[in-house]
């Protein structure tokens, strides 16, 4: 079993960033596929970046390309979310997901958090 939580969220003006973070506690973090998801009042839960076990690739959503990067450190069982030049369609719940692999396929995770609101004001 995994546990997974967020924090970091909040309320930014537009152009501006947070960085969320996401502990986990369980099993080998290592040696999983993390990923960050959210959602939008009224739209359907969308990927937003993941990363490999190792830290070596990441790879984003096309909303989100060139302005959030996912990092993560393995020995504190952590994965970041750093989101830069927010924007109003930026505003939705975020999840944090640990798989087996770094995917963009939210079926294939299999552990997730419990999600942390991020609300971006224009």
């Known amino acids: 079993q995994v546990q997974l939580i967020e924090s970091g969220g909040g309320l930014v003006q537009a152009g501006g960033s947070l960085r969320l973070s996401c502990a986990a506690s369980g099993r080998t973090f290592s040696g999983l596929g993390m990923g960050w998801f959210r959602r939008a009042p009224g739209k359907e839960r969308e990927f937003v970046a993941t990363?490999?076990?190792?830290?070596?690739?990441?790879f984003y959503g096309d909303s989100v390309k060139g302005r959030f990067t996912i990092s993560r450190d393995n020995a504190k069982k952590t994965v970041y979310l750093q989101m830069n030049n927010l924007t109003s369609g930026d505003t939705a719940v975020y999840y944090c997901a640990a798989g087996r692999f770094a995917t963009r396929v939210e079926a294939q995770y299999d552990y997730w958090g419990q999600g942390t609101q991020v609300t971006v004001s224009s």
């Open positions: 990363i490999t076990s190792g830290g070596g690739a990441g």
